[in-house]
Nanobody
Framework: AVLMTESGGGSVESGGSLTLSCAAS????????MGWFRQPPGKGDYCGVA????????MYASSGKGRFTISQDTAKNTLDLRMNNLEPDDAGRYYC??????????????????????WGLGTQVTVSS
Protein backbone atom coordinates (compact mmCIF):
# COMPACT_ATOMS: atom_id res chain seq x y z
CA ALA A 1 0.00 0.00 0.00
CA VAL A 2 0.95 3.62 -0.49
CA LEU A 3 0.54 5.89 2.49
CA MET A 4 0.05 9.61 2.03
CA THR A 5 0.97 11.79 4.98
CA GLU A 6 0.23 15.51 5.24
CA SER A 7 1.39 17.97 7.85
CA GLY A 8 1.80 21.67 8.44
CA GLY A 9 -1.76 22.87 8.86
CA GLY A 10 -2.70 25.42 11.45
CA SER A 11 -4.53 28.62 12.20
CA VAL A 12 -3.33 31.95 10.85
CA GLU A 13 -4.66 35.45 10.42
CA SER A 14 -5.35 36.95 7.04
CA GLY A 15 -2.09 37.68 5.31
CA GLY A 16 -0.23 34.93 7.09
CA SER A 17 1.62 32.01 5.58
CA LEU A 18 1.76 28.27 5.99
CA THR A 19 3.81 25.50 4.46
CA LEU A 20 2.13 22.15 4.04
CA SER A 21 4.17 19.01 3.52
CA CYS A 22 3.20 15.76 1.87
CA ALA A 23 5.05 12.48 1.59
CA ALA A 24 4.14 9.27 -0.16
CA SER A 25 5.59 6.15 1.39
CA UNK A 26 5.18 2.40 1.41
CA UNK A 27 5.13 0.27 -1.70
CA UNK A 28 7.30 1.36 -4.56
CA UNK A 29 5.29 2.73 -7.46
CA UNK A 30 6.22 5.06 -10.30
CA UNK A 31 4.18 8.00 -9.08
CA UNK A 32 3.59 10.35 -11.97
CA UNK A 33 1.33 12.98 -10.43
CA MET A 34 0.99 14.53 -7.01
CA GLY A 35 -1.32 17.30 -6.01
CA TRP A 36 -2.86 19.32 -3.21
CA PHE A 37 -6.61 19.73 -2.79
CA ARG A 38 -8.81 21.77 -0.49
CA GLN A 39 -12.12 20.67 0.95
CA PRO A 40 -13.99 23.85 1.89
CA PRO A 41 -15.72 23.96 5.26
CA GLY A 42 -19.12 22.31 5.11
CA LYS A 43 -18.63 20.97 1.61
CA GLY A 44 -17.65 17.62 0.16
CA ASP A 45 -15.80 18.87 -2.89
CA TYR A 46 -12.08 18.46 -3.25
CA CYS A 47 -11.03 21.64 -5.00
CA GLY A 48 -7.79 21.50 -6.89
CA VAL A 49 -5.08 23.73 -5.46
CA ALA A 50 -1.86 22.80 -7.22
CA UNK A 51 -0.01 19.83 -8.59
CA UNK A 52 2.80 18.66 -10.77
CA UNK A 53 3.93 15.60 -12.65
CA UNK A 54 7.21 13.72 -12.69
CA UNK A 55 8.46 15.81 -15.61
CA UNK A 56 8.14 18.99 -13.61
CA UNK A 57 4.97 20.42 -15.11
CA UNK A 58 3.35 22.61 -12.47
CA MET A 59 -0.28 23.61 -12.40
CA TYR A 60 -2.03 26.04 -10.07
CA ALA A 61 -5.66 26.74 -9.51
CA SER A 62 -6.59 30.34 -10.09
CA SER A 63 -7.52 30.77 -6.43
CA GLY A 64 -3.93 30.45 -5.27
CA LYS A 65 -1.96 31.43 -8.33
CA GLY A 66 0.59 34.05 -7.46
CA ARG A 67 0.34 33.29 -3.73
CA PHE A 68 0.94 29.54 -3.58
CA THR A 69 4.03 27.63 -4.62
CA ILE A 70 4.59 23.90 -4.79
CA SER A 71 7.89 22.08 -4.79
CA GLN A 72 8.22 18.40 -5.56
CA ASP A 73 11.04 15.99 -4.92
CA THR A 74 10.31 13.11 -7.26
CA ALA A 75 13.05 10.95 -5.78
CA LYS A 76 11.57 11.26 -2.30
CA ASN A 77 7.93 11.44 -3.43
CA THR A 78 7.29 14.59 -1.49
CA LEU A 79 5.29 17.67 -2.40
CA ASP A 80 5.34 20.85 -0.35
CA LEU A 81 2.81 23.64 -0.66
CA ARG A 82 3.85 27.11 0.40
CA MET A 83 0.86 29.37 0.91
CA ASN A 84 1.45 33.09 1.27
CA ASN A 85 -0.95 35.94 1.94
CA LEU A 86 -3.67 33.57 3.10
CA GLU A 87 -7.27 34.66 2.92
CA PRO A 88 -10.37 33.40 4.76
CA ASP A 89 -11.53 31.76 1.54
CA ASP A 90 -8.41 29.58 1.66
CA ALA A 91 -9.65 27.83 4.78
CA GLY A 92 -10.49 24.15 4.71
CA ARG A 93 -8.96 20.77 5.02
CA TYR A 94 -6.05 20.26 2.67
CA TYR A 95 -5.38 16.85 1.20
CA CYS A 96 -2.47 15.47 -0.74
CA UNK A 97 -2.98 12.81 -3.38
CA UNK A 98 -0.88 10.83 -5.82
CA UNK A 99 -1.25 8.39 -8.67
CA UNK A 100 0.75 6.56 -11.32
CA UNK A 101 -1.56 8.07 -13.90
CA UNK A 102 -0.83 11.12 -15.96
CA UNK A 103 -1.68 14.41 -14.33
CA UNK A 104 -4.86 16.21 -15.28
CA UNK A 105 -4.48 19.11 -17.64
CA UNK A 106 -5.42 21.62 -14.97
CA UNK A 107 -6.27 21.83 -11.28
CA UNK A 108 -8.80 24.66 -11.42
CA UNK A 109 -11.82 22.47 -10.69
CA UNK A 110 -13.27 20.13 -8.10
CA UNK A 111 -11.98 16.57 -8.11
CA UNK A 112 -13.43 13.20 -7.29
CA UNK A 113 -11.32 10.94 -5.13
CA UNK A 114 -11.28 8.31 -7.87
CA UNK A 115 -9.19 10.62 -10.03
CA UNK A 116 -6.18 9.88 -7.83
CA UNK A 117 -5.14 6.54 -6.43
CA UNK A 118 -3.91 7.47 -2.97
CA TRP A 119 -5.09 10.17 -0.59
CA GLY A 120 -3.95 11.32 2.80
CA LEU A 121 -6.16 12.12 5.76
CA GLY A 122 -5.68 15.84 5.37
CA THR A 123 -4.45 18.71 7.47
CA GLN A 124 -6.65 21.54 8.69
CA VAL A 125 -6.13 25.18 7.73
CA THR A 126 -8.10 28.00 9.29
CA VAL A 127 -7.74 31.66 8.42
CA SER A 128 -9.22 34.39 10.55
CA SER A 129 -10.19 37.75 9.16
Amino acid sequence: AVLMTESGGGSVESGGSLTLSCAASGDTYPIDCMGWFRQPPGKGDYCGVAGNDSDGKIMYASSGKGRFTISQDTAKNTLDLRMNNLEPDDAGRYYCAASVWACPNEFDRPFATKEFQWWGLGTQVTVSS
